[in-house]
């Protein structure tokens, strides 16, 4: 069978045609991710409790009883608390901690049928755009830059694992987290379709938090329709997340294939950022000629405050992130450094657990959230995100979408811009608006940088509007055909 080139709603069709079961496809799999080991994908991998709940599947299947992702073996980046198997966000804070509960969005995708793959590497706490932060390693990205098959590149970050998941198909898909463009910026990097949702989509409920007022589940997946399907299943009100939607979520596939015509897309011209690479400027040229052909109106539109997005983000994320990292204190959860005092005892365990990008965001968000400072940084950063969200809802009156591009370079090299954090932070340009405006906003393949490697356009669309960024992506999808695949040959070797 064509792991390589199967994709869920392909995987549904040979299962519902009885010529695959879940058994056989999660051990073709497993042997898979047997082989590519090597790209340190996995934190945890649960292949023997994916074999278990492949053949529950199959049994529910042959009592005719048939969820939305029937026998689909996913992965699930390792920020999702998962009942019975460690789940340690990417530290070593965190590193035997069990968690007793399910988090309200893997439990959804189980009850629709999917199967557990495993854990996936991340970057610590989410925090970072390469997966370097993660203190299980770096995540190797299953694409290389052509004529060059010795540096190894980043999957981007934080959701690392996911995206190389699907992209070296040890996966049919798998779950990411959003707070300001880890699902869009990986999935860019690996040449797959990453959605994130509207703010309050899905339940935050067993989540690890990063940043609350940003984070954000979705599905990362080979094409829109497989992310529009995956959506439906983790989607909906949750009463343990009170930031959660009491809104209806609607079949996000039902729209797939239909007309674009007469659509208004906004090209915002602040996105148009100095000294962008010529490549990115061309692709997107080619997006609008792409919306422009199926019938779309294009026209510039400007969302005055982009520039203080990242500055704000870089205020408000290590904010929440200070606050919600408080809880590792090394009483209840995960590691402890056993000292004298008890004093002694939280600085030694979290000087231990935490990484240096960890503490780095908690210094600035102890600092700007400090009596003196709060007014001057965290309320005026407050201010400037409501004028950011404000900008949307004003573009938002003329058109139905925007279009840019979803990262401002193609995937680095691990350990580039590691030295300079600010480097490292200027790659979620093009992401990081969305989340401070909470809204929904997918990432597409659409073709190939000068170096052979994947680029992504972004749609960003109205506040639970997820229905109209699907419908505009699959027409990109569509017209950008993009079937370029990495060469996982150089891996299966021996
Ligand atoms: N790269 C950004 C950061 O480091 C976003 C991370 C994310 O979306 N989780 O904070």
Not at 198 to 203: K, L
Request: with cysteine; aromatic share 10%.
């Amino acid at each position: 069978m064509d792991l390589i080139n199967l994709t869920i709603k392909g995987a549904l069709d040979l299962l519902a045609k009885g010529e695959i079961t879940a058994k056989e496809l999660t051990q073709n799999l497993c042997a898979l991710n047997e082989k590519l080991t090597s790209l340190n994908i996995y934190i945890t991998p649960t292949f023997e409790h994916a074999l278990q709940m492949a053949d529950a599947s199959d049994k529910r299947r042959q009592k005719g009883q048939v969820g939305l992702l029937e026998g689909i073996p996913l992965g699930i980046k390792d920020l999702f608390c998962t009942k019975g198997f460690v789940t340690t966000a990417g530290s070593h804070i965190l590193k035997n901690f069990i968690p007793t509960y399910e988090s309200t969005v893997t439990d959804q995708l189980w009850k629709a049928g999917a199967v557990m793959m495993g854990k996936l590497n991340m970057d610590e706490f989410a925090m970072g755009s390469s997966n370097m932060t993660s203190y299980y390693g770096p995540v190797e990205n299953p694409w290389k830059r052509k004529q060059d098959s010795h540096t190894k590149l980043v999957p981007g970050g934080s959701s690392g694992g996911s995206s190389a998941a699907v992209a070296a198909s040890m996966a049919l898909g798998a779950t990411g987290t959003d707070t300001g463009g880890s699902i869009r910026q990986p999935a860019a990097f690996t040449g797959i379709v990453g959605a994130k949702p509207t703010y309050g989509r899905c339940s935050r409920w067993g989540i690890v938090a990063f940043a609350s007022s940003l984070d954000q589940a979705g599905p990362m997946a080979r094409t829109v329709y497989d992310a529009a399907l995956m959506l439906k299943a983790m989607a909906g009100y949750d009463e343990k997340d009170s930031t959660s939607a009491k809104i209806n979520v609607p079949d996000f596939t039902g729209v797939i294939g239909q007309s674009i015509k007469g659509l208004k897309i906004g090209i915002p011209e602040q996105y148009r950022t100095k000294g962008m690479a010529n490549e990115i400027e061309q692709l997107w040229q080619q997006g609008i000629q792409w919306l422009e052909k199926a019938g779309a109106i294009v026209k510039p539109v400007s969302l005055p405050y982009t520039q203080y997005a990242l500055p704000v983000y870089y205020i408000i994320a290590p904010a929440e992130a200070s606050s919600n990292l408080a809880r590792y204190d090394g009483v209840r959860y995960g590691l402890r450094v056993p000292a004298e005092s008890l004093d002694a005892m939280y600085e030694l365990t979290r000087a231990a657990g935490f990484g240096r990008e960890v503490k780095r965001r908690i210094f600035i968000g102890t600092y700007v959230l400090s009596a003196g400072y709060y007014d001057a940084y965290y309320l005026k950063a407050q201010k400037v995100r409501n004028l950011i969200r404000q900008d949307f809802v004003n573009v938002f009156k003329e058109v139905d979408a925007l279009l840019t591009p979803t990262t401002p370079t193609p995937a680095f090299g691990i350990g580039e811009k590691m030295v300079d954090p600010i480097a490292m932070y200027l790659n979620d340009i093009f992401t990081v608006p969305v989340n401070l405006a909470g809204l929904p906003a997918l990432s597409i393949p659409a073709g190939l940088s000068n170096d052979g490697l994947p680029l992504g356009l972004q749609i960003i669309s109205r506040s639970f509007d997820e229905e109209m960024m699907f419908r505009l992506g699959y027409v990109l999808e569509r017209e950008a055909n993009f079937n370029a695949k990495p060469d996982l040959s150089i891996y299966l070797k021996g």
